[in-house]
């Protein structure tokens, strides 16, 4: 038994001998109370810009730490920040003329003994060109004048814009920029601006949450120029028996659209009302170069928001020529050529427009009333705005 107590013990001797061998080898590489991490950045984020990035974060409460250090690009870009310049609580840097695509940043804290804290980490994108030319442009339904200004109509928004802003002739002849107007403002107006002359336009675009605005690198020049409403000095004739009392047809041109007065009845006479077509001839009195090209046309019909079932009109062909249409041609489809439009008007608006996709020049112009939504064959027109422009004074 003693001989088994002698080994034991040596045996223990030998292990001890060899642990403090063992430790002697890690004493170097550890201080006293263990390693010393200060606390990292807190409240890292980013906001995204053309071109660049801003990186913010919260100030270090622990004051003994002195610096810190920003890297990306696989540690292969840094920068180095003195927490002293920052009194406000916030560090905010831009990181500008970057690529784009995505970019990890790290941000380490340092005390002043030059203790480094863990990485706080944050990984964001700026938006450049690739990202501008995936935008659209808007589009331009039309723009029309009322009384001296310019009224612009766009088409939908497209993803991300924010402003759009023109270039157009005023009514001395010079070119002029308008200020940006903003995608909430209903309507865009161009003051003192000269008719039949083509604008240009160009938008803005920035992503939710993105700090910069950027202006597309191009103007895109509007479809049409500005144009006009048929001047009321043109005559209006009508199909034979077509008039009601005294709802005469050149009442649809004096520019009143709201009057029960004021308008175009045809007629209730039971010999003529059931007979269609109902034709309206308008003749501008501009001929050749100075014939206007028309683009655009607005019906107005009662405008009683209780008056739906007196909205008449339901299938219209409009022309437009320069050879006189005769508004008692019954075989108009075969002698007016082709319509430059074909519309069916419904009964829940009292006006309603219509966009020519061919423009198309001319003296005259053709209302064809195909039928009507009244069983007694009415049609009643209160006013009728035909918008176009002459294409030789255009640029």
């Known amino acids: 038994m003693k001989k088994i107590y002698i080994i034991l013990i040596s045996v223990l001797a030998l292990m001890a001998a060899s642990c403090g061998k063992q430790d002697a080898v890690y004493k170097e590489f550890i201080k006293d109370g263990g390693f010393i991490y200060p606390a990292k950045p807190i409240n890292i984020e ?52 970057l690529e784009d695509r995505s970019y990890t940043f790290e941000v380490v804290n340092y005390d002043s003994d030059e203790n480094a804290s863990l990485a706080a980490e944050i990984t964001s994108s700026p938006f450049g060109e690739s990202w501008l030319v995936s935008h659209a442009e808007r589009t331009m339904l039309y723009v029309e004048m009322a009384g001296s200004d310019a009224i612009v109509t766009m088409g939908k928004l497209t993803d991300e814009i924010v402003a759009t802003k023109f270039r157009y002739t005023n009514a001395s002849g010079s070119v002029v920029e308008s200020r940006p107007f903003m995608v909430d403002e209903d309507e865009i107006k161009l003051p ?36 006009t409403n048929v001047e009321s000095t043109a005559t209006v004739t009508v199909t034979e028996n077509q008039i009601r009392d005294n709802f005469k047809p050149q009442l649809i041109l004096d520019g009143i659209k709201d009057s029960g007065t004021s308008r175009w ?24 170069d100075n014939a206007m090209t028309f683009n655009h046309f607005v019906f107005y019909e009662d405008p009683d928001p209780d008056g739906q079932t007196r909205r008449y009109i339901r299938s219209v062909n409009v022309y437009v020529g320069d050879t006189k249409f005769n508004p ?33 020049r001319g003296r005259y112009i053709a209302l064809v009333f195909r039928n009507s939504y009244n069983s007694s064959g009415f049609v009643d027109l209160w006013e009728l705005e035909a918008f176009g422009y002459v294409e030789k004074n255009a640029n």
Not at 265 to 288: C, E, W
Not at 340 to 349: K, Y
């Open 265 to 288: 009845y045809s007629s209730n006479n039971a010999n003529y009302r059931l007979l269609f077509p109902k034709i309206l001839v308008i003749d501008t009195k501009l001929s050749g």
């Open 46 to 97: 980013a906001e995204r810009g053309y071109q660049r990035l801003v990186l913010k974060w919260d100030l270090p409460m622990d004051p003994s730490i002195r610096t810190a250090k920003l890297f990306w690009d696989s540690r292969t870009q840094s920068m180095d920040f003195d927490y002293s310049a920052y009194p406000d609580g916030k560090v905010k840097v831009v990181i500008p003329d």
């Open 328 to 360: 008692d041609d019954s075989n108009y489809a075969r002698t007016f050529g082709d319509p430059v439009l074909t519309v069916s008007l419904n009964q829940l608006s009292a006006v309603q427009d219509f966009i020519v996709s061919t423009p198309k």
């Open 192 to 227: 003192n601006a000269k008719k039949w002359k083509y604008l240009e336009y160009q938008s803005a675009y920035c992503p939710a949450g993105g700090i910069d605005t950027v202006w597309i690198n191009n103007w895109t020049r509007s479809p049409y120029p500005v144009a």
